[in-house]
Structure formats: structure tokens, C-alpha cells
């Protein structure tokens, strides 16, 4: 069935680095992609979101890039910071908005 | 402009008992849709809804759950009967209304049920 997975449930950087998280979707028919950050206790915080008709949009500190041949999404942080601690989940719709969550890596920032 | 809104915040049940779940979504927005996550888990898709409508159920189990969102008031999503496996975070999210198109969808906090 559909599926959309990561690569590696923890990530440990220093402050200061980049840091780059990956996710892979197995529907070749989504055509949107969102990242959302999810702290302790609280609700998933949208963070970018990226269409099928793009390979790679950014925002402050983060890009995200596409790429729909190998069906590879990731998510990429500048510098850094500790209060980028927490768990990202990428996410895929279909059909009419429904979201599939992928299982979320955990973003671990050492000052 | 205040965000999506759910409560309570944390709720505990007896098995047996019903729990009811509550979602303001944000001004302006009339799709919703709820989730549900296990510990150490992405979220799951369960219901999508707009006024009067249940557009998508795909992902909510056959007995014991319904949802719905009236015309005036909160959405509402209903567990009867709840068991141990019940026991998760719910998570509301509402987006814009769109011509077709893709939109955000903006999460509340969550609801904490714990079953016991």
C-alpha cells in the first residue's frame, strides 16, 4: 500500500551545522508534499510544503528538494539552531487532501 | 486570529465509557480533518470532513468511531465504548476552502485520551 518512510529515525548535529533530513513516498501519483516540525506535547507545526511541478522551493533557513524519478523528498535546515530540536515527518497528499505521514526522524541539536 | 482549537487537551476514559473530541478550526476554514498518532509514530489519516459532509472516511475503523461537523458549532469525533487501544493523540487540522487545489493544514494541539 502507500507508504512514505525515512532513512533515519535520529539525527544528532553541533549548532551552527546544516542539517538534511530525508523521506521516501512510494505514491508516484502525489502531487504535494509538506514538511511539518513536531515538538513534545504539541500539535505538528507546518514548516514548508513543496508541489509536484517543482523540485526545490525555499523558506527561511529550510529547503526542500524533490526529486520525483527515485521518489526522494528532503528537507534541509540551515545553521542549525537548538530550538530546531524535534521530530520531522514529511508528508504526502492524495486524492482530495488526505495526508500520509511518514514515521518521523528526530532532529537532535548539541549547542 | 486564534488557531485550530481542540478540547480538552487531555482526556481519561474508563473501557466502556465515550469519549468525545472537539475541534474549532481556524476562521475562514471550512475542511477538517482528524488524526490519529500512536507514540514514536507519524500520524494517521482518519476522517476528512466539511459542513454537513463527510467527504473521506477512509482511515476511520468500521464500529465504535464517527465523526461529524454541523453547520454551527465544533467538529466532533466520537469514540464509543473505548478500549485500551484506543488510547493516543488525536490531532485536528483544517485548511481553506480551495478550488481543487492543494492547501496547508494547520494542526491543533492534540487530545490526549488515555483509557484505562
Known amino acids: 500500500g502507500e507508504s512514505v518512510g525515512l532513512h533515519l529515525p535520529t539525527l544528532s548535529v553541533q549548532e551552527g551545522d546544516n542539517s538534511i533530513i530525508n523521506c521516501a513516498y512510494s505514491?508516484?501519483?502525489?502531487?504535494?508534499f509538506i514538511w511539518y516540525k513536531q515538538e513534545s506535547g504539541k500539535g505538528p507545526q507546518f514548516i514548508i510544503d513543496?508541489?509536484?511541478?517543482?523540485d526545490k522551493r525555499q523558506g527561511q533557513r529550510v529547503t526542500v528538494l524533490l526529486n520525483k524519478t527515485v521518489k526522494h523528498l528532503s528537507l534541509q535546515i540551515a545553521a542549525t539552531q537548538p530550538g530546531d530540536s524535534a521530530v520531522y515527518f514529511c508528508?504526502?497528499?492524495?486524492?482530495?487532501?488526505?495526508?500520509?505521514f511518514g514515521t518521523g526522524t528526530r532532529l537532535l541539536v548539541s549547542p | 486570529n486564534a488557531g485550530v482549537m481542540q478540547n480538552p487537551r487531555h482526556l481519561v476514559r474508563r473501557r466502556g465509557q465515550e469519549a468525545r473530541l472537539r475541534c474549532s478550526p481556524m476562521?475562514?476554514?471550512?475542511?477538517v480533518y482528524w488524526y490519529r498518532q500512536l507514540p514514536e509514530e507519524g500520524l494517521k489519516f482518519m476522517v476528512y470532513?466539511?459542513?454537513?459532509?463527510?467527504?473521506?472516511e477512509s482511515g476511520m475503523p468500521k464500529e465504535r468511531f464517527s465523526a461529524e461537523f454541523p453547520k454551527e458549532g465544533p467538529s466532533i469525533l466520537r469514540i464509543q465504548q473505548v478500549v485500551r487501544g484506543d488510547s493516543a493523540a488525536y490531532f485536528c487540522?483544517?485548511?481553506?476552502?480551495?478550488?481543487?487545489?492543494?492547501?496547508?493544514?494547520?494542526f491543533g494541539p492534540g487530545t490526549r485520551l488515555t483509557v484505562t
Open positions: 487540522a483544517s485548511s481553506p476552502r480551495t478550488s481543487g487545489g492543494n492547501a496547508e493544514q494547520y
Open positions: 505514491n508516484s501519483a502525489s502531487d504535494y
Open positions: 513543496i508541489r509536484s511541478n517543482m
Open positions: 508528508a504526502e497528499s492524495t486524492g482530495f487532501q488526505k495526508l500520509v
Open positions: 476562521k475562514g476554514h471550512s475542511h
Open positions: 470532513l466539511q459542513k454537513e459532509n463527510i467527504i473521506d
